[in-house]
């Protein structure tokens, strides 16, 4: 039973009396665009600023290029997992839509509803209030930053990005390729002077490079958390799944040449830090782009914030366009109130579901503890991935007969499914109090589920007010 009535047709009304005109989205997401959401959202601004959390844990300079690059190759089993979902189960949505499937409308609520109270929205603030800081560092150097002019840079980022995917999807993902690009042109940036420096006999911060007189294997493990959450985002190109041109072909190849693409340049990046910093700089330092610029280039280091802005930018804007569909498509299963599904008739644009987020963030950016509510949801990532990836091995024996254009061998998502649930276990084990928080907060998607989607005789007055609120929704979509 559902609460929400689901859209037999996606549809907007211009007015009551005027005639039904029915709009979808278009597929407009080409192998570059697809290309560019992957690379656009994976790449934040933790390779600029602080990839020192896997160093400090690995314990030497040998084993956290060992660990970067162990990391995207189980990244790469986890992408190309998703790819059998994506071509095989063609429907928007990501995570959402694959754990409907496989294990039905109550466990795909439950991660729908952490999702939308606390993990994309302390999220989506965290990143942009590292977009807000590293804006407006350049007029400030080299004094601080105050920190209300932080949260108005901040929320001017938001509503710009809000505002942009509001408007239209073409030119969302032609902004996405340029932002794309300069992140890329930022990395190599770092990554030419630093191999011009290593060819030419700059070597000497590797010679002790696999000492292991500091490496504990109570580390390893934090390290590999630690690099697996900056490889984050390979799923994304899974939530516009409907809007991908020839998904059978064109997620698969996405998903490999932006996986190549981003490996090659963490472990190149991290390359170029060791050949001109040491690891005692490199983890003493506030922001190792900019104490690499300073070292290398000069006065150029100032232009470095304006890079790792425009990354932050393309992360929010890739991940935003990417989430509006699982909002989108969650109101399409009765999930979501169903003004959510609909469509702007002119933009071709799910309006409701790209700014079903906006209220949330900003509230959490101006009164909520972001961090604190990032610690309690951190798990939570990992362990509904490996509920997804455990839902294709699932899907494997209850519908062989599903169709699947791309298939992987069975060994590639079992690998990977054990890996998220050893980084559960990892944070069980780490910090059982937060994650003990988070998971009960979780846990109240259950009662949500049972008053809002299963049980359908309600109160009057509650069935009132919720009519009156999605009225109001729906004309300011209209």
Not at 17 to 27: A, F, I, N, R, W
Not at 306 to 326: E, H, I, P
Request: with cysteine; hydrophobic share 50%; glycine share 6%.
């Amino acid at each position: 039973f559902s609460f929400f009535p689901s859209l037999s047709s996606i549809s907007i009304f211009s007015s009551m009396e005027c005639p039904t005109v029915q709009v979808e989205l278009g597929k407009k997401v080409t192998l570059l665009r697809g290309i560019s959401i992957i690379i656009g959202t994976i790449i934040g601004a933790g390779i600029f600023i602080s990839p020192k959390g896997i160093l400090r844990s690995s314990g030497s300079v040998g084993m956290s290029l060992i660990v970067w690059i162990a990391c995207g190759v189980l990244s790469l089993l986890g992408a190309l997992s998703y790819a059998e979902l994506g071509t095989s189960i063609t429907k928007s949505g990501g995570h959402y839509t694959y754990i409907m499937e496989a294990f039905g409308p109550k466990m795909a609520f439950i991660r729908l509803w952490s999702d939308l109270i606390a993990i994309r929205p302390a999220a989506m603030a965290v990143i942009s209030l590292a977009f807000g800081q590293y804006i407006l560092e350049p007029l400030f150097m080299p004094c601080g930053i105050p920190p209300m002019a932080v949260k108005l840079a901040t929320a001017t980022g938001i509503t710009s990005v809000m505002y942009l995917n509001s408007m239209s999807v073409t030119w969302t993902a032609r902004i996405q390729n340029i932002l794309t690009l300069s992140k890329l042109l930022a990395i190599a940036i770092i990554i030419v002077p630093g191999m011009y420096q290593l060819f030419k006999g700059e070597t000497q911060n590797f010679e002790d490079a696999f000492d292991l007189s500091k490496v504990q294997l109570s580390g390893i493990p934090l390290a590999f958390y630690s690099g697996m959450y900056a490889y984050a985002g390979w799923f994304y190109l899974n939530f516009v799944t409907e809007e991908v041109e020839h998904p059978e072909r064109t997620m698969p190849l996405a998903i490999c040449i932006s996986m190549a693409i981003v490996t090659s340049c963490y472990v190149l990046a991290n390359v170029s830090y060791y050949t001109v910093m040491t690891a005692e700089e490199l983890l003493s330092s506030e922001a190792v782009a900019v104490t690499f610029a300073e070292k290398l280039l000069g006065n150029f280091s100032r232009v470095v914030p304006l890079f790792v802005a425009m990354s932050c930018f393309g992360s929010m804007n890739g991940s935003l366009f990417a989430l509006s569909r699982m909002f989108f498509v969650a109101s399409r299963e009765g999930h979501l109130p169903e003004v959510f599904s609909m469509i702007h008739i002119r933009r071709h644009t799910p309006l409701a579901a790209v700014l079903i987020l906006y209220p949330m963030t900003i509230l959490l950016l101006f009164v909520g503890d972001i961090y604190s509510l990032l610690n309690f949801m951190s798990f939570l990532r990992w362990l509904f991935i490996g509920v997804v990836v455990l839902g294709l091995i699932y899907l494997r024996f209850k519908k062989p007969d599903l169709p699947r254009p791309f298939k992987v061998p069975l060994f590639i998502p079992v690998i990977f499914c054990l890996t998220c649930f050893f980084m559960v276990f990892l944070s069980l084990y780490s910090d059982p109090v937060n994650t003990g928080i988070g998971f009960a907060i979780c846990l109240t998607g259950l009662p949500a589920y049972y008053i809002f989607i299963y049980f359908s005789h309600r109160p009057k007055w509650l069935q009132k007010s919720l009519d009156s609120f999605y009225r109001s929704l729906h004309n300011a979509a209209l």
